[in-house]
């Protein structure tokens, strides 16, 4: 585990609490006024790698004084029992936001039951509603580890237009919402992919490097300016030799610390402040149906 002392480890649970102290006097306050309703995570079947998840979002829910519902949809649901029970939550106004756990099983279409969940519910911000309004710049509710690795490099205090930023990997859940999301804060944005001709021309001049591809270890520090910042967005479970299941990221961190002028640790980066952005998310919903009248105000 890396050193926590060492200033260039930036703290994720340091972030996380400091986000949820926030959100939870925001949620007080909001409470005040309207009833704040219920945040209801759904996995479809069994999967260890949301287990986690879904552990860590109901810690992060108490902490913030949200209410939370864990859901689990037997593996062998229809596409239309999904529909329709998603229809039911959009419809109860005591559901404040729905986020559909990935990966979904096969026989599901993930893409439409998430834009079957109605966009001012979307607490994951993957409705395409709420992907198109990114480009917009309307970032409110944005996919959370895309806004996790945002929050991030806001952690570094770097100044953001024309900040020289290098996303490795284009994913519709986080490289592309990252790019858009760091282009509307000035920043010039490179997008490589596994079709990009060298990914270290760009990530060697870059000031920021964020890499969510998937590969353990992928980032060296011959790829790392000396002082860049690394945001670590990679989740790779990786059995060692003696056959113990450890979670490593993208980025060899030991290695590339030595380097890098700030990084993230796996564990201990943006995970745990993804979790804090999906409760700021449901704030920010919260507040959205407020604004459109779907709730009744509380009576002084
Ligand atoms: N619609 C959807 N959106 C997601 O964002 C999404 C998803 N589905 N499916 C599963 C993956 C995985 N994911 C994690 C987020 C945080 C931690 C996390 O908190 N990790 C801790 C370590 C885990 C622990 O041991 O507590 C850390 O990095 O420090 C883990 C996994 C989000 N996912």
Redesign the pocket.
Same mark, same amino acid.
């Given at each position: 585990m890396a050193d926590r002392r060492d200033h260039r480890i930036i703290d994720?649970?340091a972030v996380q609490h400091r986000l949820l102290a926030e959100i939870r006097a925001e949620l007080d306050a909001a409470a005040k006024t309207h009833p704040v309703g219920r945040l209801v995570s759904i996995s479809i079947g069994p999967s260890p790698?949301?287990e986690?998840?879904v552990?860590?979002q109901a810690r992060a829910a108490a902490e913030a004084g949200l209410p939370f519902e864990q859901v689990v949809w037997p593996a062998e649901a229809t596409q239309e029992d999904c529909k329709r029970k998603i229809a039911a939550l959009n419809d109860d106004p005591s559901v404040l936001g729905i986020?559909?756990?990935?990966?979904v099983p096969a026989h599901i279409h993930v893409r439409s039951l998430q834009s079957a969940i109605h966009p001012l519910k979307d607490v994951?911000g993957?409705n395409p509603a709420s992907i198109g309004n990114i480009v917009y710049n309307d970032i409110a509710l944005a *996919?959370?580890?895309a806004a996790a690795a945002v929050e991030m490099v806001r952690a570094t205090g770097l100044s953001m237009p024309g900040l020289e930023v290098v996303m490795i990997g284009h994913s519709e859940?986080v490289g592309k919402p990252v790019a858009f999301m760091l282009m509307a804060e000035g920043a010039t944005v490179t997008v490589c992919h596994h079709m990009t001709r060298s990914v270290a021309m760009h990530s060697r001049r870059a000031d920021v490097v964020i890499v969510a591809v998937g590969k353990a270890h992928l980032i060296g520090p011959e790829m790392i300016k000396p002082g860049a910042a690394v945001i670590d967005i990679g989740?790779n479970q990786v059995t060692d030799a003696a056959g113990k299941v450890r979670?490593l990221g993208d980025v060899d961190t030991e290695a590339v610390r030595e380097v890098a002028g700030w990084i993230t640790p796996? *564990?201990?980066?943006?995970?745990?402040v993804?979790?804090a952005m999906l409760m700021r998310n449901a704030l920010t919903a919260h507040r959205r149906q407020v604004a459109a009248g779907w709730l009744e105000a509380i009576e002084a």
């Open positions: 994720g649970k790698e949301i986690v998840y552990r860590n986020i559909l756990q990935r990966p994951e993957m *996919p959370c580890t859940i989740i979670i796996v *564990p201990g980066g943006v995970g745990p993804t979790v």
